[in-house]
Nanobody, 115 residues
Framework: QVQLVESGGGLVQAGGSLRLSCATSRSIFSFNTMGWYRQAPGKQRELVAN???????YYADSVKGRFTISRDNARNTVYLQMNSLKPEDTAVYYC?????????WGQGTQVTVSS
């Protein structure tokens, strides 16, 4: 079992920045992937960004150049730096890890971007 605790969400104006954090209860070296998903009202949950165990990263086209995913191995924490935020980034953001064959999810943190 893995516990994931997200923090850092909030209300920000368009063009602003937020940094999300996801603290994990296990060493991140045990994870096959670590990432962030988001779900806006009335929409499906979508992958925003992730890191695979070798260090390669993936970003959704909608956030490329604005969001950066990173990890702190010593703190067993993954981050999502979000810059140039847009109203369409408003959603609940969920931390996710994969330890084959199971996915684990955090409780979610609300990000609201006002225009």
């Amino acid at each position: 079992q893995v516990q994931l605790v997200e923090s850092g969400g909030g209300l920000v104006q368009a063009g602003g920045s937020l940094r999300l954090s996801c603290a994990t209860s296990r060493s991140i070296f045990s994870f096959n992937t670590m990432g962030w998903y988001r779900q806006a009202p009335g929409k499906q949950r979508e992958l925003v960004a992730n890191i695979i165990s070798g260090g390669s990263t993936y970003y959704a086209d909608s956030v490329k150049g604005r969001f950066t995913i990173s990890r702190d191995n010593a703190r067993n924490t993954v981050y999502l730096q979000m810059n140039s935020l847009k109203p369409e980034d408003t959603a609940v953001y969920y931390c996710n890890v994969l330890i084959l064959p199971n996915y684990y999810w955090g409780q979610g943190t609300q990000v609201t971007v006002s225009s």
